[in-house]
């Protein structure tokens, strides 16, 4: 019977009664991963038998649990009983025939289908008909695996992140044919190991690969339109997004040779979704040998000690500050206009800084507006509706605002559809304005060189760092970030996992400084929708469609906080 949809209070023991930790736990594979699975296991209190084909890789990963095990020790983690106790229940399996009093197998061996499918045909011949075999695989579908065993139902995966006895995360993916009673000891063990179990459906990445595509593909786009070099884009996203590397930063640690293999796995599994397209610039570099750090050159070059320098064809980076600017004295009358979350934020920071901020139907007492900045404008080409905007039609007629200096949000078009032949200079920044240390800015051949001197000097009095980047909807991190919540909420819609297990996976897993459903509902789901409706609107993408789930809580007025619901509800907490 194909595996259901998990949701996040289902009981998938498939009516098997309890279930138990299994006693005897196998580890195929003496690898990275395979090794510190199986120092998970044994610290568990498991019975753990560790195999390799290769004599050598099985005493290197005896070793390097021995040693894991004590460093946890030393850490306080574990005493020095519990660690010499966990290498006691490790044993060394130099045959496969060794693993038949295994009642869980957790196979960590390389990433190839064919080989994978020898190993689950031969140890279906060994383990007893009810031990499960799970697959720590990341890139291929459990339910391609799983007909090489002998009871396919009893086949899963158990994602674990690197490095496994240090990561809090682990997916347990359900294939077509995966029995509740399999998913539920999956399940079980992750929880005896520590971690913090998801649940994801099968395909092309599972749950939290799959939802943090964008992360990298949308800043290669970036790249590729020439809207900022490597070392912005990274900057913007620790700096502005709080993210603990940049994307390329990141794309050089994993190996862009590594990174692009996975993007065309994820293309050619989903038949050609263009959300999943590879990118050309990725190709390139592999091509050229630019692997990242492990080659010393990627999209950074790197010296022997592992620092960063100035990626091939790219100037070196530029000061990255990690303290925050320190806020200076608004003076002078700020005009904002809007009513989303980035406008409301800006009204309260910009007052806090000492500015005298106004609406655009408030007279300012004779005292011209020093910035007036737009949230709500929106593109010209949407026809008369958008000129029969009462701000808009306000904020150019009143003698009070006439002649200054305007600063516009782009969020439902790039500055270019947003101000054609215009002044202002555009902005975007993702709420919360709190979590943001840097605002990006973005200007054309028409903008007034007043106008962006006055938006530098607004937002530094609001304690904000700046970068000037080329100009596009959602300019660089709305962009990127707006993808990878779109594309949760196509995971999710899919019903590929929960809207918890979503957010919790991509916070334990990939360090998100916070999940991507609960950063949209923060910003509002209006916001993003807009962001994603004007790239694609400019670009004519399919790859920028939003997902039906978004669309559909914005069209029932779940905008996120502020409305009480949206992915989450908030019970009144506003």
């Known amino acids: 019977m194909p595996a259901q949809p998990l949701a996040d209070n289902d009981d998938y023991s498939g009516g098997a009664g309890e279930v ?50 004590a460093k946890e020790a030393a850490k306080g983690r574990l005493s020095e009983d519990q660690a010499s106790d966990a290498v006691k229940r490790l044993e060394p399996a130099a045959e496969l025939a060794q693993l038949a009093p295994c009642e869980l197998v957790i196979e960590a061996a390389p990433e190839r289908l064919q080989l994978k499918h020898e190993l689950y045909r031969q140890l279906s011949e060994i383990v007893d008909e009810q031990c499960v075999l799970a697959s720590n695989t990341s890139s291929l579908l459990m339910t391609a695996i799983a007909p090489a065993a002998s009871h396919p139902e009893r086949v899963v995966g158990m994602h674990f992140f690197n490095p496994a006895p240090v990561m809090r995360l682990l997916e347990v993916v359900a294939g077509e044919q995966s029995s509740g009673r399999a998913l539920a000891i999956a399940d079980a063990t992750g929880r005896a190991m520590g971690k913090t179990v998801i649940r994801a459906k099968d395909g092309p990445g599972f749950l939290v690969n799959r939802s943090n595509r964008p992360f990298g593909l949308e800043s290669l786009r970036l790249l590729q339109e020439q809207i900022a070099d490597v070392p912005t884009i990274d900057r913007i996203c620790r700096m502005e997004g709080a993210f603990r590397m940049g994307p390329f930063e990141l794309m050089d640690l994993v190996g862009v040779d590594v990174g692009f293999e996975i993007s065309k796995s994820f293309y050619e599994q989903s038949f050609g979704e263009p959300r999943w397209r590879p990118s050309p610039i990725s190709a390139r570099y592999v091509a050229a040998g630019l692997h990242g750090r492990k080659t010393k050159r990627g999209y950074y070059t790197y010296q022997d000690g592992g620092g960063a320098g100035a990626g091939p064809g790219h100037r070196p980076q530029d000061p990255d500050p990690r303290e925050a600017q320190q806020p200076g004295t608004g003076e002078g ?18 007052a806090q ?71 202002a200079v555009g902005f975007h920044v993702l709420a919360p304005l709190e979590q943001a240390r840097l605002v990006e800015l973005t200007r054309n051949d028409s903008s007034s060189p007043v106008a962006a001197a006055r938006a530098e000097r607004f937002f530094a009095a609001l304690g904000k760092h700046v970068a000037w980047v080329g100009d596009a909807p959602g300019l660089v991190l709305g962009r990127i970030v707006c993808q990878v919540i779109n594309e949760c909420a196509f995971s999710l819609g899919e019903g590929v ?74 019970d009144g907490d506003r």
């Open 497 to 570: 996992g929960s809207a918890k297990d979503i957010d919790t996976g991509m916070v334990l897993g990939l360090s998100y400084p916070l999940g991507p459903l609960k950063w949209a509902d923060e910003l509002g789901l209006d916001h993003v929708l807009s962001v994603l409706q004007a790239l694609c609107a400019e670009y004519r993408e399919e790859r920028y469609r939003p997902a039906p789930v978004l669309r559909r809580l914005v069209a029932g007025g779940q905008l996120g906080r502020t409305t009480g619901a949206g992915f989450f509800e908030y």
């Open 353 to 423: 800084a000492g500015y005298e901020v106004r609406s655009p139907h408030d007279p300012t007492g004779g005292v011209p507006p020093a910035l007036i900045v737009e949230c709500d404008r929106v593109p010209a080409s949407r026809g008369a509706a958008a000129g029969a905007d009462p701000i808009a039609r306000e904020l150019h007629s009143q003698p009070h605002t006439q002649g200054g200096a305007h600063l516009v949000l782009c969020q439902a078009g790039s500055l270019a559809a947003l101000d054609p032949a215009g002044s």
């Open 20 to 69: 138990r930790v299994p006693a005897v736990i196998g580890v195929l594979g003496a690898g990275t991963m395979g090794a510190g699975i199986a120092q998970l296991a044994a610290r568990a209190g498991a019975r753990t038998l560790l195999h390799d084909p290769v004599a050598e890789a099985l005493e290197r990963g005896v070793q390097r649990i021995e040693d894991g095990l």
């Open 333 to 350: 009358v700020i005009v904002i206009a809007g009513s989303g979350v980035v406008a409301e934020e800006l009204r309260h920071y910009a």
